[in-house]
């Protein structure tokens, strides 16, 4: 994902559902691959950009705080 702009609206997406009751299933797996997308969203110069990474970021630490701690 190359595009900061369809990564923002991927995850816009994402980010309208809550994770937890979703039928979209996540895995860890699936965070360490998404985790450097949201590390380029939070370092873009965009403001939305940023403002999306950082809730991406949330919301996935938020879903997967079972596994990490």
Do not use: W
């Not at 403001?47 to 997967?64: P, Y």
């Amino acid at each position: 994902m190359k595009d900061k702009t369809v990564t923002s609206d991927f995850f816009s997406f994402l980010l309208e559902k809550d994770l937890n009751e979703s039928n979209i299933s996540f895995t860890f797996d699936h965070l360490i691959d998404l985790f450097p997308c949201i590390e380029q969203m939070i370092s873009s110069k965009y403001e939305s950009h940023k403002r999306n990474g950082l809730k991406a970021a949330k919301n996935f630490l938020d879903f997967f705080k079972e596994v990490l701690l």
